[in-house]
Every structure is written in structure tokens, then in C-alpha cells.
């Protein structure tokens, strides 16, 4: 009995493959089961535009060292109250910081560990380029 061939092998791999000769079925049967569900993607894709826009980066990686009110994280980054405000807004909704309120003033912190942890690998990992390059 004839062997089957490779691509009719991954017919239960819906949907069908991109165009091409795929060399290790197993393989590529392994990294779909590891892709994240539409929904998780589209969330992680978020996360990582905001981290990716440098005024909103910038507010992450003051907020590592403690939290701060609107006016001490402009005076930190150089920007207006205004324009860390409108930040913050899209940096909460994405789960990255939470705020409280202590009478007039609101406070901001990074959410979570996962997002200290996630800062600090990114800034490690450049770090670790730079030291390469040289």
C-alpha cells in the first residue's frame, strides 16, 4: 500500500495549509495546536501596540519604580497632564495600569506582575542586543 503523501496527511488540519510543500507534518501539527484562539490573539496584538507607541512606553517604565499621580508622571516624562491622561486611559483599558483615588488626585500603577515581568524582559532583551552589538 502506497504511502500518502504529505499534504493529504494534513487534511484534518483545516484550514487548508498556505501554498507550499510542508516538510514535517508533525511539526507544523504541533505549532497550530500552540496558536493562540482568535480572541486571545486579537487581545495579546492590542497589548503589544500599546507597549510598541514610545509615550505610552515611557508611562509603563516610570510606573516600574512606583506609582505616581498624573501630574508627577508628566513632570517624569516631559509631557502635559493632558496628554498623559489621554494615555493612561487607553493603558487602563487594556489591563496595563490601575488607578485609585486618594481626595483630588488619582494614582497609577502597573496592574500586575505579568506586566512588570513583560517590561522588564523587553528591556532586558534590548539591553542584551546592545551589548551583543558592540
Do not use: K, W
Not at 18 to 26: E, K, L, S, Y
Not at 40 to 57: C, H, K, M, Y
Request: glycine share 4%.
Amino acid at each position: 500500500m502506497a504511502r500518502p503523501r504529505r499534504n493529504e496527511q494534513l487534511r484534518e488540519l483545516e484550514p487548508a495549509p498556505a501554498a507550499g510543500q510542508i516538510v514535517h507534518v508533525d511539526a507544523v501539527r504541533r505549532a497550530r495546536q500552540h496558536l493562540p484562539d482568535a480572541a486571545t490573539l486579537d487581545q495579546t496584538t492590542a497589548l503589544f501596540a500599546a507597549l510598541g507607541d514610545p509615550t505610552r512606553f515611557r508611562i509603563i517604565a516610570a510606573l516600574q519604580v512606583q506609582e505616581l499621580c498624573v501630574g508627577d508622571l508628566a513632570a517624569a516624562i516631559g509631557l502635559s497632564q493632558s496628554a498623559v491622561s489621554h494615555q493612561l486611559r487607553a493603558l487602563r483599558d487594556l489591563g496595563l495600569v490601575r488607578s485609585r483615588r486618594e481626595g483630588r488626585l488619582v494614582y497609577y500603577a502597573l496592574d500586575d506582575e505579568h506586566v512588570v515581568t513583560l517590561v522588564a524582559q523587553a528591556l532586558d532583551h534590548v539591553r542584551h542586543r546592545e551589548e551583543d552589538a558592540r
